[in-house]
Structure formats: C-alpha cells, structure tokens
C-alpha cells in the first residue's frame, strides 16, 4: 500500500502512464518470476503468512508493490540528470529491498534457506542497473552521462 501512496504522491498521472509498462514489465511480472525461482524452485527462501493473497506459493500483494515502486524508480531516473544523483537512487532502491527483507525476517514472514541480505541487495543492484540501462538505450530517459 505504501508504494502505491508514494507513486500517486510523488509522479504525475502522465509519467505514470508512460513508465506503467516498465514498472509491469521490470517490476510486477520479474517480481512473480524471481519469488518463484527463488521460492518453489531453488528453495532459497520461503515467504510466510507474509501476504492476504498466495497465487502458487507466490505473495500477491507483495509482488505487485513492484510495479508502482518501478514507476516511481524510472520517474526519478528521468527527474536526476546529474551522475551522483543517478548513481545514488540505483542504489537507494536496492537498500529499500534490503530494509524491506530485514523486517520479513525479523518478523519471521520471511525464512532464508541459502541466501542472505547480501545476496537481495547484489541482486537488485542488477535488476535495477539493467532496468536503468534499458530506459537509457530506449529513449525514454535520458542519460546522466549525455552532459558528462
């Protein structure tokens, strides 16, 4: 619920609209892929009680907290055009991942079998980093590097 309110507080309904399929795409659907790889197929981890709605083992709910929360990532890329400013919000994003696993946890919602927060953290680095690359190479964000 949080990631909605910040998407409707923080971008404009038309950036919204421009960035839905990157957030669906990068955010809602890789989120169902990678909690069932890492859950029901690799057995790295298992989500419990986490979630009001399981579909395949997989929290709803939580999954779908992607696709707002990668909207607001790419309408921030495309707000900072200065490297430092780029470089610290790929890294913010990963962190939020790592906070968000930490409270999983010490909430016992979440139990790692073979994977650590380090791992989360190395793992959405390169999630965010190739979904940065894409709306950079698309177009649809320009570049900290084109003033550079």
């Known amino acids: ?3 909605i309110i910040a998407l409707l507080l923080l971008v404009p309904f ?4 421009a960035f ?3 957030g669906l ?3 809602a659907l890789l989120a169902f892929i990678l909690v069932h790889l890492m859950q029901n197929t690799w057995h790295f981890w298992i989500f ?5 709605l399981v579909v395949g083992g997989i929290p709803f709910f939580l999954s779908m907290s992607w696709l707002p ?4 990532y790419s309408h921030l890329l495309s707000q900072y055009h200065n490297l430092p400013l780029t ?3 790929v890294f913010v994003f990963p962190m939020g991942a790592v906070f968000t696993q930490a409270y999983l946890l010490n909430n016992q919602l979440l139990v790692y079998q073979s994977w650590n927060l380090l791992f989360t953290f190395l793992l959405s680095l390169a999630i965010h980093l190739v979904i940065a690359l894409y709306l950079y190479a698309s177009g649809k964000v320009k ?5 550079v």
């Open 20 to 22: 839905f399929s990157v």
């Open 25 to 27: 795409v990068g955010g």
């Open 14 to 17: 038309p950036r919204i609209k």
């Open 143 to 147: 570049s900290p590097l084109s003033k």
């Open 69 to 72: 929360l990668i909207i607001l």
């Open 87 to 89: 470089i610290l919000l």
């Open 1 to 3: 619920m949080g990631s």
């Open 48 to 52: 419990q009680n986490v979630d009001l």
